[in-house]
Every structure is written in C-alpha cells, then in structure tokens.
C-alpha cells in the first residue's frame, strides 16, 4: 500500500513539475516583449519583427532595408551604418568592418592572422584574442573586442527597431552561420548582452532562410540546399527537414568569396582602363577608389535587372569626370572564374551529405549576390534544370526567418 501510495505522490509531483516547467515556459514566453529578428551579417545586417501577422522588414534611418556592418570613428565621434562606410575611404585606420570574422576566435587562429593582412585597420592580441585597435582622438587609442563592436551594430539595428515600433526592444533572435562553434555563438550573444539586448534564440541562418519560405510548414521529409552567396562570404548548407525539425546534413562554402570581390573585379577593370586612356595610376587613391568603389557596387547591381550600365563619376581625379559603359556580357566575363567557383563547394556538400541531385527537393537563394543571372544560371545547370525558390528577397530572407521564430 505505502508502495502505491509513493507511486503515485511521485506521479503527483512529476505532474505538478511538468505543469509547473510548461506555466513557466508559458510565463517566460509572456515575459519576453516584442521579439526582433536580426540577420547580423558580415557586410550587411538587417532587422525584422513579426507585426499584425506578417514579418515587417525594417528600414533605417537612411530609408534602407540593410545596413553595412560597419562601425566608423572620427575625433569624438562613432558612425555605424551607411555613414561609416561612406567615409572609410578617407578614414580607412578607423573604419572597422567584416568583424564577424573575428568574432569567437583566438588570435592565433590562422583565419584571423589572415584576416589580418586584409583589413586596413589594426588587430592586436589581447589575452589570446584578436582585439581592434583605433585611435579615438587627439593621438588616444583603444582596443575594442569584436563582440564590442558587433554589438554597435546589434544596437543600431534595435535603435532602427525601436524608432519603427515607438517602444523599447529588449528581445532577439540573432542569426548565425551553420559553422559558427560554440565560442562564436557565445560569442555572439554576448554581443548582444552589451547591446542591451536579451539574445532569446540564436538560430542558423540556413534554417532561418528556410523558414522565410515556409519550408517547414510543407509535409514530410525534404532536403533543402541553402544556397547563401553574400557580401564577403559564400555558404552552401544542406538540410533536412521533417515535420519543423531542422538537421544539418553537410555545411561548405568559401569565407572570402562574395559580392565585395566581383566589385573588385570591376574596379581593376576601370582601373587599367582609366591608366591607358588617361596615362593615371588612380589605384593609390583612396578618394577616387571610394568613388569608383560605390559606382562598381551600383553597376553590379544594375545589371542583374538590365543588360548595359553607364558608370558615371564626378571629378574622379584631378577635376576629370569619368563616364564609361559597362555591359552583363563583360561583368560575367571579368568576374567567370568566380561565379564558376561557387559550383565546388555545391557538389562537396552535396557528397557530405550522401545526397543525388534527384533528392533535392528545394533550393533556397540567400545573399544579394545570388540576384546575379549568372549564378543562378550555373546552379540551374548543375541541378538539371531545377529552378530555386523565388518569392524573399534574398537580402531580407534570413532576417525574415528569425522575425517568424521570434514570434
């Protein structure tokens, strides 16, 4: 009797623990205010919330709907955003962008002494981790771990937030790549603790892409090939999905390949071409390159609605306003090996995985590079013809997923 007795006060209790572990969940979840969904990008960021039963893309206070990850400093002043980035060609030692790829590493990692060599601004080691160097003002420097400054631009984007909603944010999901370790996921949302922000979830970007679609919400089991072509990064993640749960079959891609390199590719295009026209070496110019830099990012993404661009620049050098056309036909063929190059890490993933071309059910484009009719091109050839998802803008796609888990 006294057996059955504790049977069943040990029932009562682990059903009273149930309850009490799901009244608390339900508690937490009312808890947490408005949740934002932030695709903290290596080039670009961008912010959403889930509002009257939609996912809203928010723009900024410049009217855009992504914001460059960069975070400049001047003599008593830091710029984060478009103002930042404007100014990095006159400000190139205090001007720090591309710091997620920092983020969660040692100094030692050969990624970070590599990312070293290309980066205009100073990385120094402290304590074993890579740090950011700048000069504040009247000769003053400061270090500034990489959480630091992500976490200026977590916090612009929960300002951009705010000013939309009129009220205070104090939840995220935040997005990170399917490779980040445990380190830059912490890493990460320590990021956001200094941003003020309580960092509810982090979750993949690949699944949160997914999730934009409405993948998820499809029956049975799929595999889905995320294919993310972004600003300084490439990734290719294969996933699996059934009934909402996500897995990670196979991740791979190229950690300095993406949209700043085809500007590049434009850039010694008219580069060689003003020095023979002109007789001018503009490629010591950090003015002039700022200029030629914006034009080239412009021209690359005219051309992906319209076959032919002008590239039209003001006083580029010495009082001489510069006007050239460029057309789709030379952007592919200055920028061929590249685009080509994106096709290496689809069939690595795809052999990781285990997977046929057949057994792709859903091809997923993320990253304002895979606009490019070029790259969608190669990725409809290797997969026979499939055509991918279309439908998100593949620059908002992933901050869109982390709105939805957020709500």
Not at 91 to 105: A, C, M, Q, S, W
Not at 256 to 265: M, N
């Amino acid at each position: 009797m006294d057996r059955v007795r504790g049977s069943a006060l040990l029932l009562g209790v682990l059903l009273a623990g149930s309850l009490f572990a799901l009244c608390a969940a339900k508690e937490e979840a009312k808890k947490l205010g408005t949740v934002i969904g932030i695709d903290l990008g290596t080039t670009y960021s961008c912010v959403g919330v889930y509002k009257n039963g939609h996912v809203e893309i928010i723009a900024n206070d410049q009217g855009n709907r992504i914001t460059p990850s960069w975070v400049g400093f001047t003599d008593g002043e830091r710029l984060i955003g478009e103002a930042a980035k404007n100014q990095a060609a006159v400000n190139p030692e205090r001007t720090v962008f591309d710091v997620k790829r920092l983020i969660g590493r040692k100094f030692e990692d050969k990624e970070v002494q590599r990312d070293m060599k290309l980066v205009p601004y100073k990385i120094v080691n402290k304590e074993g981790k890579p740090y950011i160097q700048v000069k504040i003002k009247d000769g003053e420097t400061k270090v500034f771990s990489p959480e630091e400054i992500s976490a200026m631009i977590l916090g612009k984007m929960k300002e951009t937030a705010e000013a939309y909603l009129g009220k205070k944010i104090n939840d995220a999901v935040v997005t990170v790549p399917a490779y980040f370790n445990d380190a830059q996921r912490q890493a990460t949302k320590d990021a956001g603790v200094i941003a003020g922000l309580n960092v509810a979830r982090i979750i993949n970007e690949p699944t949160a892409a997914a999730i934009a679609y409405g993948l998820d919400k499809r029956g049975g089991e799929k595999n889905i090939l995320v294919f993310d072509l972004g600003g300084g990064t490439f990734d290719v993640s294969i996933l699996t999905i059934d009934n909402g749960v996500f897995e990670v079959l196979a991740t791979n891609g190229d950690t300095h390949l993406g949209g700043e390199d085809f500007d590049h590719r434009i850039m010694d295009y008219f580069i060689k071409l003003i020095k023979k026209k002109h007789g001018k070496d503009i490629s010591k110019d950090n003015r002039a390159l700022g200029k030629l830099r914006r034009e080239a990012e412009r021209a690359k993404r005219a051309l992906s609605n319209q076959h032919q661009v002008r590239v039209e620049i003001e006083s580029l050098f010495d009082g001489t306003d510069f006007s050239e056309p460029l057309t789709r036909a030379r952007f592919e063929e200055l920028n061929n090996d590249l685009f080509r190059k994106t096709m290496g890490p689809v069939k690595k993933a795809m052999d990781d995985a285990g997977l046929e071309k057949t057994q792709i059910h859903e091809i997923v484009l993320v990253g304002g590079s895979t606009r490019i009719p070029k790259v969608q091109q190669l990725l409809r050839d290797y997969f026979d013809g499939k055509e991918p998802n279309k439908g998100v803008n593949p620059d908002e796609a992933v901050a869109f997923g982390a709105a939805v888990q957020g709500s």
